[in-house]
Nanobody, 124 residues
Framework: QLQLVESGGGLVQPGGSLRLSCAAS????????IGWFRQAPGKEREGISC????????YEADSVKGRFTVSRDNAKNTVYLQMHSLRPEDPAVYYC?????????????????WGQGTQVTVYS
């Protein structure tokens, strides 16, 4: 059974950084494209970044471009979302999701496997 576990969330001041991890068990993550999503209270889930499986294409939404970077470490079976310059509008539960196609997507319908999420809070 595919399992994804996010970690690395926490409390950070504006301008601070966090690195989220998306670890896989039960499958080899490098065979899957990964999407990162976030959902703030009262808002719809937003696709913010993705990385494709074979060719490693990446994408960042305008809301995070230049601040967030997605990468993968196949040896550790983990995908990361490095977040810099965090802003008051970034707090949310952050999720990763996996799809077996070589396709970078930030559309929820693409993905069949989801993690449980990790909370990111920005406070001043």
């Amino acid at each position: 059974q595919l399992q994804l576990v996010e970690s690395g969330g926490g409390l950070v001041q504006p301008g601070g950084s966090l690195r989220l991890s998306c670890a896989a068990s039960g499958f080899t993550l490098d065979a899957y494209s990964i999407g990162w999503f976030r959902q703030a209270p009262g808002k719809e889930r937003e696709g913010i970044s993705c990385i494709s499986s074979r060719d490693g294409n990446t994408y960042e939404a305008d809301s995070v471009k230049g601040r967030f970077t997605v990468s993968r470490d196949n040896a550790k079976n983990t995908v990361y979302l490095q977040m810099h310059s965090l802003r008051p509008e970034d707090p949310a539960v952050y999720y990763c999701a996996a799809d077996p196609r070589n396709y970078c997507s930030v559309y929820e319908s693409t993905f069949g496997s989801w993690g449980q999420g990790t909370q990111v809070t920005v406070y001043s």
